[in-house]
């Protein structure tokens, strides 16, 4: 045999031998935890999306197609997540609302993904759109440290999940990096296959995965949470800036040193998300899509301790803004000094929900 056809048959004999792993009962012997992460998410979220509209349709007594269509949906990372638990506490004699009567009849919900990149973000949005009526308004979260290459929740599973269709549909908005891989990841299965070796030569093999039941349980811990935040709800809640217990800042410290080791150390800009985000904003445009972009606020503290991990924000920002004037789409940034009269947190990451009411209003009101 040739050498110079040596190359051509180790491929051979690689995809093939590659190919045994599609059969059902080999990959059921060996692969672990073979999940497409994105339509786990997707079913979760639709879950939930269910529930918020039977909620509202019994509090403002309204149809289903009516909730759907009137409904507000903030998309984003954990900073977004409590805009799905909104109760009418939270409205009552909060002082930093004008009109809560008018604010607490609007079905407002969020599909989120914590310590999500953007890449995370598109997906969800581009299944709701897809496959969801039309919301009243969709509010898209915008945050720098979604935006970088090594976010410690980056992986290459990123580029993996997507469908043929979804890259397809994508294609324009891949790095030449992430095309080659994903192309990769299609030729060759093991690429994204957790493989267990010991089962080749141990006799038994690992139970299925119940997705249904999994996503049952989250459903229902959610339901848990919301029961022992209702319990003790008021529209005060959360750590004022600024009146920190001695305790509380250590507590603090601690989390703003996790925050920067995961999402702002070794931060690089990634051009796959920085397109997508343009994707996001030119299909809104197009299509009309009520979108509306939103920079949430977060502590001091922690502004404070990343600020020299920052140092391409302000440019990032400025790129937002001008996009977001280029496709007239409305961006609120309250990171702004005086953007917001609440000033309550959950810690230094997060707004508190104390505060979401005025937010809402502040987007909801402003934008017509």
């Known amino acids: 045999m040739k050498l110079k056809y040596f190359p051509l048959l180790l491929f051979v004999f690689l995809?093939?031998?590659?190919?045994i792993f599609i059969i059902p009962p080999v990959r059921k012997l060996i692969v672990q935890n073979y999940v497409n992460s994105y339509e786990v998410l997707n079913q979760l979220l639709d879950k939930l999306y269910k529930e918020h509209i039977e909620k509202y349709k019994k509090e403002l007594n309204r149809t289903e197609e009516e909730i759907q269509k009137d409904t507000v949906i903030f998309m984003g990372t954990s900073r977004s997540v409590e805009y799905a638990n909104f109760t009418k506490a939270l409205f009552d004699?909060?002082?930093?609302?004008?009109?809560?009567?008018?604010?607490?009849?609007?079905?407002?919900?969020?599909?989120?993904?914590?310590?999500?990149?953007?890449?995370?973000?598109?997906?969800?949005?581009?299944?709701?759109?897809?496959?969801?009526?039309r919301p009243k308004m969709l509010v898209l979260e915008i945050n720098y440290i979604s935006f970088n290459k090594n976010n410690v929740f980056r992986e290459k599973k990123d580029i993996y999940d997507f469908s043929v269709d979804d890259f397809l549909d994508s294609y324009k908005e891949f790095s030449n990096k992430d095309k080659v891989e994903y192309l990769a990841n299609l030729v060759f299965v093991l690429n994204k296959s957790n493989i267990n070796w010991k089962n080749l030569i141990k006799s038994g093999t690992n139970s299925e995965q119940d997705v249904n039941a999994t996503l049952d349980f989250v459903v229902n811990a959610k339901k848990l949470m919301e029961m022992k935040q209702n319990k003790n709800a008021s529209w005060m809640s959360g750590i004022k800036?600024?009146?920190?217990?001695?305790?509380?800042?250590?507590?603090?410290?601690?989390?703003?040193?996790?925050?920067?080791?995961?999402?702002?150390q070794n931060f690089q800009a990634d051009l796959t998300s920085t397109n997508l985000f343009k994707k996001v904003l030119r299909e809104a445009k197009e299509k009309?899509?009520?979108?509306?972009?939103?920079?949430?606020?977060?502590?001091?503290?922690?502004?404070?301790?990343?600020?020299?991990?920052?140092?391409?924000?302000?440019?990032?920002?400025?790129?937002?803004?001008?996009?977001?004037?280029?496709y007239s789409i409305p961006f609120y940034d309250f990171e702004k000094p005086g953007a917001l009269e609440c000033d309550y947190f959950a810690d230094t990451s997060h707004l508190s929900k104390t505060c979401f009411p005025e937010v809402v209003e502040k987007i909801i009101l402003e934008s017509k």
Do not use: C
């Open 241 to 264: 800036q600024g009146s920190e217990s001695e305790e509380q800042m250590v507590i603090n410290l601690k989390y703003n040193e996790w925050v920067i080791q995961s999402f702002f």
């Open 15 to 19: 995809f093939v031998f590659d190919k």
């Open 93 to 133: 004699k909060n002082p930093y609302i004008k009109n809560p009567e008018a604010i607490s009849q609007i079905p407002v919900t969020s599909w989120t993904v914590r310590a999500a990149p953007f890449i995370h973000i598109y997906q969800i949005y581009s299944h709701f759109i897809k496959t969801h009526p």
């Open 288 to 326: 009309n899509i009520n979108l509306v972009l939103y920079r949430p606020r977060t502590h001091q503290l922690l502004k404070s301790e990343t600020v020299k991990f920052t140092k391409g924000e302000a440019k990032w920002l400025s790129e937002v803004t001008e996009i977001a004037k280029q």
